[in-house]
C-alpha cells in the first residue's frame, strides 16, 4: 500500500534556528502534498498545499516566509521551519495525494526551547 | 465539503463492538464518507470509507442511513490500541488536489 515516510519523527532545536522536516512518498508519486500543524489536544489544521515544482499555497494566518515548502519532486517535499521560536512547537504533519488516494505521515515532534 | 457533527467523546469495554456515530445531515450527492484514526502522536491512519453501501474491512465496518445524513462506524471487537480520536469526514473522492477536513472527532476510551 501508499506509504509515507515522515523524518524526523521528533526534533529539539533552538530559538531562533532553522528545522527542515521531510515528507516523502515510497511507493507512490505525489503531486500533490498536504501540511499540518496539531497543537495539543486540537486537531490537525492545514497550514499549506504543496503541487511538484510550482510554489505552495498557504492557508490565510500562515507565513509563507516563515514556513518554507519545496516541492521540488514527485516523491519530496520538504518543510523548513525558519528562525523558530517557542510558540512554533507544535505537530507537524504531512500528507501525499496520488494515485492510492491519501496517506499520512507519521507525524514531526518539535519542541524549541 | 459537508460539515460532520460527531460526540466529542465515548468510552467502550474491551472485547465489546465500539460504535462511533457520525451526522453529515448536508452530505451531497457525490461525496463520501471517510474514517480516520489518530493515536496518540501519530499521523492519522485511514479506517474505511463509503458512498452509500454498507461497506466491511478488515479493521471496521462502516453503516450509512438510507438519505445518507448519518453513518455509524463500528469496530466489532475493541481493544486498548483502539484508543484513539477517530475523525468522520466527508468529501468528493478522486479529488487529490483538496486537502482534508478535520473536525474535532470523537476520542474513543477502550477500557480494560
Known amino acids: 500500500g501508499a506509504v509515507v515516510s515522515q523524518h524526523p519523527s521528533w526534533v529539539i532545536c533552538k530559538s531562533g534556528t532553522s528545522v527542515k522536516i521531510e515528507c516523502r512518498s515510497l511507493d507512490f508519486q505525489a503531486t500533490t502534498m498536504f501540511w499540518y500543524r496539531q497543537f495539543p489536544k486540537q486537531s490537525l489544521m492545514l497550514m499549506a498545499t504543496?503541487?511538484?515544482?510550482?510554489?505552495?499555497?498557504?492557508e490565510q494566518g500562515v507565513e509563507k516566509d516563515k514556513f518554507l515548502i519545496n516541492h521540488a519532486s514527485l516523491t519530496l517535499s520538504t518543510l523548513t521551519v525558519t528562525s523558530a521560536h517557542p510558540e512554533d512547537s507544535s505537530f507537524y504533519i504531512c500528507s501525499a495525494s496520488g494515485t492510492y488516494g491519501y496517506t499520512f505521515g507519521s507525524g514531526t515532534r518539535l519542541t524549541v526551547v | 465539503d459537508a460539515k460532520t457533527t460527531q460526540p466529542p467523546s465515548m468510552d467502550c469495554a474491551e472485547g465489546r463492538a465500539a460504535n462511533l456515530p457520525c451526522n453529515h445531515s448536508t452530505i451531497s450527492g457525490n461525496e463520501y464518507v471517510y474514517w480516520y484514526r489518530q493515536i496518540h502522536s501519530q499521523g492519522p491512519q485511514y479506517i474505511i470509507h463509503?458512498?452509500?453501501n454498507n461497506e466491511t474491512n478488515e479493521m471496521a465496518s462502516l453503516i450509512i442511513t438510507e438519505d445518507r445524513k448519518s453513518s455509524t462506524l463500528i469496530l466489532p471487537h475493541a481493544t486498548l490500541r483502539d484508543t484513539a480520536v477517530y475523525y468522520c469526514i466527508v468529501r468528493v473522492r478522486d479529488n487529490y488536489g483538496q486537502n482534508f477536513v478535520f473536525g474535532p472527532g470523537t476520542r474513543l476510551s477502550v477500557l480494560p
Open positions: 504543496s503541487n511538484e515544482g510550482s510554489k505552495a499555497t498557504y
Open positions: 463509503g458512498l452509500k
